[in-house]
């Protein structure tokens, strides 16, 4: 039984040493492979027209980031102020900058704390703006179905962004490349 234990020991100590290299790099890869380009197709749907389309956002994104508002005023966006134009801005630009900046590994924890913020509101729009609440968006958890689109889907989102916000980007990683840059072990080499 010693040699079992001992031999389970070594195997899950090895493992254990590897774990935050492989997995902040594989959180990193996944969130790249499945919802890197679910942003960036999400964010262009919002840019406007022209070289200054990312400054002056379509009438789509006003719609999509502010359903209710846009509907109360009957679709008249001249009645929309800068808090509007500032949030959808933000909004748009944080759909293609969050999403890269943890891709490359470059300030992977704040950003990931960045998205994790951004799926939280986009929820909270899709629940209460878009009427996700009505027609059962919002889904259970502990049920046999594993696809709701707000509290299965995006819980795991959130696991994996609040993995990089623990853990960092990993080795692999801009972050890595200027911590390394920046120590002074290195500057005295």
Do not use: C
Request: glycine share 12%; no cysteine.
């Amino acid at each position: 039984m010693r040699a079992l234990t001992s031999l389970h020991d070594t195997v899950v100590s090895g493992l254990e040493r590897i774990t935050v290299p492989v997995m902040t790099t594989l959180a990193r890869f996944i969130f790249a492979a499945t919802l890197l380009v679910y942003y960036w197709n999400s964010g262009a749907t919002k840019l406007g027209d022209g070289v200054l389309g990312f400054l002056f956002p379509s009438d789509g994104a006003y719609i999509q980031i502010f359903p209710r508002t846009i509907e109360a005023i009957g679709y008249d966006f001249s009645q929309l102020g800068a808090f509007h134009w500032a949030v959808v801005t933000a909004g748009t630009w944080a759909e293609f900058v969050l999403p890269l900046l943890i891709v490359l590994g470059l300030f992977t924890r704040l950003a990931a704390f960045g998205m994790i913020g951004f799926v939280v509101v986009q929820s909270w729009v899709d629940l209460f703006g878009h009427g996700g609440l009505a027609n059962g968006t919002l889904g259970a958890w502990f049920d046999r179905m594993p696809d709701s689109l707000i509290l299965d889907q995006r819980a795991f989102w959130v696991f994996v962004l609040a993995y990089l916000v623990l853990r960092g980007g990993g080795p692999l990683s801009v972050d890595r490349v200027l911590k390394g840059s920046t120590s002074p072990r290195q500057a005295t080499t």
